[in-house]
């Protein structure tokens, strides 16, 4: 493991102080994972890399359920079961309160496989790192954005724990970032994997925004149903009300008890939830009631004037004959609230002869218009204003979403709130956003690996090519060292001519075909240049002579060396007497016609030995003293002349 540094021991030290106090406001499976994940970071700090990898083996464990629980279809594993296994664990917890949140699940398994990796760059480690910092800062732009209405899935971190996450990828970059900082490679990697991973994360949101937002649309539509089925049979119930008054037209008299419950019969089969069907004479008296209950028995008799004095302004004008009314929501004599529809009932001659009332309970209403309903789905209440009137449905863990619906009943307007269930929602929801988020980290993750390995053996390959290049120009500047050594040992290093080992050396391989001449040459007093000139005009002197001795001999096929100080020596193969004689000569006529002069104006010149062999074996020492001893005699001579040495030969 990598060697403790400051700035992560200070990071962590604060990521420690913030997971202790979130375990100490709430123990949650994420309060859980985060001491687990903050363990193994100091366990990883401290150069303990058995025990850090066996407690960030244990953060994923610990977080398998939680994620298997987002992604896994409702097919194979219900909503309902993953409910049964959080309460089977704790009686008290739930599904939304048992798992980690979905980001927050998916941050801390990229942190603690980062860990489990080593941290090694080449296993995608800053892939890791840079995802959960990517879930991070998503977590942190819902926040302050939000959402209208609120989100059903809860995927984003608690502020708390929002912070302890980031204090953790600060400490884990803080461990890293000294190893990745400046390789190219990596950056090289890890952009489009990050893009990658953008694009999924995108996708996600979109798609889990869009999927909620329809659930919810749906939810509100299917209220809006119910509101419309109960509006629906209200306006029924009304019309056939109205017919019901009018069906006394056709008689002479006043309703008798009999004919009242048979008429009343049907209708009240019809509507369930009528409490009662009265006949209310002209005097608010209650002379009939259907159906004959012990409840409605008790009513009979009464006059509505006085027992109930809050419908009288609706009852009036139906006694008068004058139009139908309904009172507002009021306490039914039968001890329930609901409303009363009051229709004038009139004989064939058009004149009033009472009242047809119909009392509608509110809670049978409601009774019969949930009946259909799947009490665990949601909660509904029919209120007006805080007074609830009725309730339905046995859901314990409502979600976030209430939908609210207006409604008229009679002159009352009220309102029902439907409150659908989070666990029959989340059931509702489709899991494919979560697995195409799962699927688009491990693509990216997969894609950082691919890249991450092109680029390392690019990387290579040029760091070889670099070295081989290196390594090259090395051996090409070795071999021209060499070569320049080969040519040192093998050439005047002022004149760049030949030198005596290599002339002597060419000598003994040049030995065919004969004769063979060997004209040894000496400039004239040239130590007198040397003192009155200086050495470098005889160095000048030198070089001038060896370029001119040597285009000459090479244009007759010999050899042309420094032999030593001012001398310089030649050998010519298959070159005779005569003609070695008149090379040495036509060499002196050409170094006077170089203008060279001494001191006192007098030109350089330059006198030669020449001595050949015609026959037999070469004696190059003998050779070389008999050109000496002829160039001795040239000076004797009175030097600038070329003196002929006896030809050598058995």
């Known amino acids: 493991?990598?060697?403790?540094?400051?700035?992560?021991?200070?990071?962590?030290?604060?990521?420690?102080?913030?997971?202790?106090?979130?375990l100490a406001n709430t123990l949650s499976l994420s309060t859980v994972t985060l001491i687990t994940s903050t363990l193994a970071l100091w366990a990883a700090l401290i150069q303990r890399g058995g025990l850090a990898r066996s407690l960030a083996a244990l953060t994923l464990i610990l977080l398998l359920p939680s994620l298997l629980s987002y992604i896994t279809p409702e097919g194979w594993?219900?909503?309902?079961?993953?409910?049964?296994?959080?309460?089977a664990l704790n009686q008290q917890s739930t599904l939304e309160t048992w798992r980690t949140p979905l980001l927050v699940t998916l941050t801390l398994a990229l942190l603690a496989l980062s860990l489990l990796l080593h941290q090694r760059a080449r296993l995608g480690a800053p892939l890791l790192l840079a995802t959960a910092l990517l879930l991070l800062c998503t977590q942190l732009i819902d926040r302050i954005i939000g959402y209208d209405p609120p989100t059903l899935l809860h995927y984003n971190a608690s502020g708390?724990?929002?912070?302890?996450?980031?204090?953790?990828?600060?400490?884990?970059?803080?461990?890293?970032w000294s190893y990745w900082r400046g390789k190219r490679y990596i950056t090289g990697a890890l952009w489009p994997a990050i893009t990658l991973m953008l694009v999924a994360l995108l996708l996600w949101q979109q798609q889990h925004r869009s999927i909620e937002s329809a659930l919810y649309q749906r939810t509100h539509a299917e209220g809006e149903a119910l509101i419309s089925r109960i509006t629906s049979d209200i306006q029924?119930?009304?019309?056939?009300?109205?017919?019901?008054?009018?069906?006394?037209?056709?008689?002479?008299?006043?309703?008798?008890?009999?004919?009242?419950?048979?008429?009343a019969a049907d209708y009240h089969a019809d509507f369930r939830y009528f409490l009662n069907i009265a006949f209310i004479a002209t005097d608010s008296q209650v002379t009939h009631v259907y159906p004959p209950t012990l409840l409605n028995r008790n009513i009979q008799g009464k006059r509505l004037f006085k027992a109930q004095p809050r419908g009288r302004q609706a009852l009036a004008p139906a006694l008068q004959g004058e139009r139908e009314g309904s009172t507002g929501l009021v306490e039914l004599l039968q001890g329930s609230p609901?409303?009363?529809?009051?229709?004038?009932?009139?004989?064939?001659?058009?004149?009033?002869?009472g009242a047809?009332?119909?009392?509608?309970?509110?809670?049978?209403?409601?009774?019969?218009?949930?009946?259909?309903?799947t009490p665990e789905h949601a909660t509904l209440r029919w209120h007006n204003g805080d007074s609830v009137l009725a309730r339905f449905g046995t859901?314990?863990?409502?979600?976030?979403?209430?939908?609210?619906?207006?409604?008229?009943?009679?002159?009352?307007?009220?309102?029902?709130?439907?409150?659908?269930?989070?666990?029959?929602?989340?059931?509702?929801?489709?899991?494919?956003?979560?697995?195409?988020?799962?699927?688009g980290l491990v693509l990216a993750y997969l894609l950082y690996l691919v890249?991450?390995?092109?680029?390392?053996?690019?990387?290579q390959h040029r760091a070889m090519r670099f070295n081989n290049r290196m390594l090259q120009l090395e051996i090409e500047k070795r071999s021209e060292l060499q070569k320049e050594v080969e040519w040192l040992a093998s050439h005047d290093e002022l004149t760049g001519i030949a030198n005596r080992r290599h002339f002597l050396a060419q000598a003994g391989k040049l030995t065919q075909p004969l004769p063979l001449s060997l004209i040894l040459c000496d400039i004239d007093h040239f130590k007198r240049v040397n003192d009155q000139l200086g050495h470098l005009v005889g160095d000048d002197y030198l070089e001038a002579t060896a370029k001119l001795g040597a285009t000459l001999i090479a244009q007759h096929g010999g050899i042309f060396a420094r032999y030593g100080g001012e001398e310089f020596v030649a050998w010519l193969p298959a070159v005779d007497h005569q003609r070695a004689l008149a090379i040495a000569e036509q060499l002196r006529r050409q170094v006077m016609a170089l203008s060279l002069a001494h001191a006192d104006d007098t030109p350089l010149t330059l006198s030669a030995g020449v001595v050949t062999h015609t026959q037999g074996e070469i004696n190059m020492p003998r050779l070389m003293q008999a050109a000496d001893e002829a160039l001795y005699r040239a000076k004797e001579q009175g030097r600038n002349c070329v003196a002929s040495a006896k030809s050598e030969g058995t």
């Open 77 to 87: 594993i219900s909503t309902a079961q993953w409910q049964r296994l959080a309460s």
């Open 356 to 373: 047809a009332a119909m009392a509608v309970s509110i809670p049978m209403l409601a009774d019969m218009l949930f009946a259909s309903l």
């Open 1 to 22: 493991m990598r060697l403790p540094t400051r700035p992560a021991t200070w990071w962590l030290i604060l990521t420690s102080a913030a997971a202790a106090v979130g």
């Open 451 to 459: 890249l991450y390995t092109f680029k390392r053996l690019g990387e």
């Open 160 to 176: 708390s724990t929002l912070f302890t996450l980031a204090l953790m990828i600060a400490t884990h970059i803080a461990l890293t």
């Open 236 to 263: 029924a119930h009304r019309q056939a009300m109205r017919r019901f008054s009018r069906f006394w037209q056709l008689l002479d008299e006043t309703p008798n008890a009999s004919q009242w419950a048979q008429q």
């Open 395 to 439: 859901a314990t863990q409502p979600g976030p979403w209430q939908h609210h619906y207006k409604l008229t009943l009679g002159q009352e307007p009220l309102t029902l709130t439907r409150e659908p269930n989070r666990d029959y929602l989340l059931s509702q929801m489709s899991r494919l956003p979560s697995i195409g988020l799962t699927l």
């Open 338 to 353: 609901g409303i009363i529809y009051y229709w004038p009932i009139k004989n064939n001659d058009k004149t009033p002869v």
